[in-house]
């Protein structure tokens, strides 16, 4: 992994987290390099249960299972001749390679996949298999090859399989937990659907209410029109302007030029915890937002772009 100085945040207590500073192009070498390290950890210190979750992993093998973690070798950006670099290696000295493809969100490259396995055949290996490790099981585009080609893992099986381990030393269980609350701040874990549903989205639809009142009491006459998508849900305001909140951050709400989405030159924030927001009574709220939007909208530079998100983007309401 490249040397960098990290900047740290009081608040940011997950150490996956906190040395996530990369761009969006880095997040997958991140990552990758993230669960190579804890996978080489346990095979170091939990070598039963670092062979189980091997296993899992690379699924069934032409041969065997992975049956010794004695002389295995965990890699990451392997070449592979002329198919381009593949994210991570787990090979034996004897006959066994598993190449795994990790995806953060972005999309699988047409013929990606068939190229990695061509490789394989072209290789000196008789034991090996091709895993695809993403959020969702579906490739995203068409994939050339058959269930048996190759293996398809989510990563909230990652964090179910990284739970079942119970009897970890105080180290292992420290990477482990970590690297597991690093996933669910990615939204890359499963979590039972509670009660709390029932109130949570006539919340969040509510507090968009409250920015659209916000919003009409400092900027009465500009143009708002209400946004939500897969990410985010608030207001774009004069065609240039997001108000709202982030769904991986939601106790931010965020003002940004350009929609936040191209090209964002500049923002503003408040952390509605800091202010102590859900204790206040509803007139309180108000007041905690329209003191932030007349502070942003004069801290924030007017962009010149007028790009919208792509439609695709977009969830009217």
């Known amino acids: 992994m490249p040397s960098r100085n990290f900047g740290t945040s009081p608040k940011n207590k997950n150490l996956f987290a906190a040395l996530s500073h990369y761009g969006i192009t880095e997040e997958e070498d991140y990552l990758t390099e993230s669960f190579a390290y804890l996978l080489r950890l346990l095979c170091e210190r939990m070598p039963d249960d670092a062979l189980r979750?091997?296993?899992?992993?690379?699924?069934?093998?032409?041969?065997?299972?992975?049956?010794?973690?004695?002389?295995?070798?965990?890699?990451?950006?392997?070449?592979?001749?002329?198919?381009?670099?593949?994210?991570m290696a787990i090979e034996l000295e004897s006959d066994t390679l598993v190449l795994v493809e990790i995806k953060h969100d972005s999309l699988l490259a047409k013929g990606q996949l068939e190229s990695y396995?061509?490789?394989?055949?072209?290789?000196?290996?008789d034991n090996y298999r091709l895993v695809l490790l993403k959020r969702h099981k579906d490739t995203g585009i068409e994939v050339g090859l058959n269930a048996h080609q190759f293996q398809r893992v989510t990563w909230y099986e990652?964090?179910?399989?990284?739970?079942?381990?119970?009897?970890?030393?105080?180290?292992?269980?420290?990477?482990?937990?970590?690297?597991?609350?690093?996933?669910?701040?990615?939204n890359m874990s499963l979590r039972r659907v509670s009660w709390e549903y029932i109130q949570g989205i006539p919340a969040l639809l509510g507090l968009r209410n409250m920015l659209e009142a916000a919003k009409d009491e400092v900027m009465p006459d500009l143009h708002l029109r209400k946004t939500q998508g897969w990410t985010w849900v608030g207001l774009y305001i004069d065609y240039n302007f997001f108000f709202g909140v982030r769904y991986e951050k939601?106790?931010?709400?965020?003002?940004?030029?350009?929609?936040?989405?191209?090209?964002?030159?500049?923002?503003?924030?408040?952390?509605?915890?800091?202010?102590?927001?859900?204790?206040?009574?509803?007139?309180?709220?108000?007041?905690?937002?329209?003191?932030?939007l007349k502070q942003a909208s004069v801290e924030v530079e007017r962009g010149k772009a007028k790009e919208a998100p792509p439609e695709k983007e977009n969830i009217d309401q």
């Open 250 to 292: 939601p106790l931010v709400v965020v003002y940004e030029n350009n929609f936040g989405y191209i090209s964002t030159t500049s923002k503003s924030s408040i952390d509605l915890e800091s202010k102590h927001f859900f204790s206040l009574t509803a007139d309180e709220q108000l007041g905690v937002l329209i003191d932030f």
């Open 158 to 186: 990652i964090h179910k399989w990284l739970h079942v381990i119970k009897n970890a030393d105080d180290l292992s269980r420290f990477f482990i937990k970590e690297f597991q609350n690093f996933l669910e701040e990615k």
């Open 53 to 87: 979750l091997l296993n899992k992993l690379s699924g069934v093998l032409p041969l065997h299972p992975i049956n010794s973690i004695n002389g295995i070798n965990i890699t990451t950006q392997k070449t592979l001749l002329k198919s381009g670099r593949v994210d």
């Open 117 to 125: 396995h061509h490789a394989l055949d072209k290789l000196e290996k």
